[in-house]
């Protein structure tokens, strides 16, 4: 694919693609937009590096992929309830991880958002790892007979353990 005002770089065979040409605490042409939202739709998983940005950009760089969800069981940060810090400090190594299963965020709304967009701070030179996955390859590589058996069946996702009244997430 081409790309006529940002560049593409595509980071793994699966899935990820870094994205340059960008400044993000800048408003968006809809051209860059649109560009933008093909690669994320191309690779699922974009990176932008190199970016500062305020919470009020974070938000409306993110509302341009669709409305915001506001996640009533876990705290944000202040005056901005759209946004929730994940943080994982190096000596909190082997204590409870928030965000630290495989999970797919917000599945268990009814109308579950686009996705997620994480905003790094800071960022260890090595470990640290955010992992994501290709639901669409994983699915097409499985045999036919594991289809055939799949095929049919529903998911219901409840987030009842993680954020119900005695869910881990639970707030005081």
């Given at each position: 694919?081409?790309?006529?005002?940002?560049?593409?770089?595509?980071?793994?065979?699966?899935?990820?693609?870094?994205?340059?040409g960008v400044d993000l605490t800048s408003p968006l042409g809809n051209q860059v937009f649109a560009e933008i939202?093909?690669?994320?739709?191309?690779?699922?998983?974009?990176?932008?590096?190199?970016?500062?940005?305020?919470?009020?950009?974070?938000?409306?760089?993110?509302?341009?992929?669709?409305?915001?969800?506001?996640?009533?069981?876990?705290?944000?940060?202040?005056?901005h309830p759209e946004i929730i810090p994940v943080v994982k400090e190096a000596e909190d190594v082997g204590k409870?991880?928030?965000?630290?299963?495989?999970?797919?965020?917000?599945?268990?709304?009814?109308?579950?958002?686009?996705?997620?967009?994480?905003?790094?701070?800071?960022?260890?030179?090595?470990?640290?790892?955010?992992?994501?996955?290709?639901?669409?390859?994983?699915?097409?590589?499985?045999?036919?007979?594991?289809?055939?058996?799949?095929?049919?069946?529903?998911?219901?996702?409840?987030?009842?353990?993680?954020?119900?009244?005695?869910?881990?997430?639970?707030?005081?």
């Amino acid at each position: 694919m081409s790309y006529q005002t940002i560049e593409v770089k595509p980071i793994a065979g699966a899935l990820g693609a870094e994205i340059a040409g960008v400044d993000l605490t800048s408003p968006l042409g809809n051209q860059v937009f649109a560009e933008i939202h093909r690669a994320f739709i191309d690779h699922q998983v974009i990176f932008f590096r190199d970016q500062k940005l305020t919470p009020e950009q974070h938000k409306s760089f993110s509302a341009r992929f669709g409305k915001l969800e506001i996640t009533r069981f876990v705290k944000s940060i202040d005056g901005h309830p759209e946004i929730i810090p994940v943080v994982k400090e190096a000596e909190d190594v082997g204590k409870f991880n928030f965000g630290g299963t495989w999970h797919s965020d917000m599945t268990f709304l009814a109308e579950p958002p686009l996705g997620s967009l994480l905003y790094a701070k800071a960022v260890p030179a090595y470990g640290g790892d955010t992992l994501w996955a290709n639901m669409y390859r994983a699915y097409e590589t499985l045999s036919p007979g594991m289809k055939r058996m799949l095929d049919g069946l529903v998911a219901v996702h409840s987030a009842t353990r993680a954020y119900g009244t005695r869910g881990a997430f639970a707030k005081a």
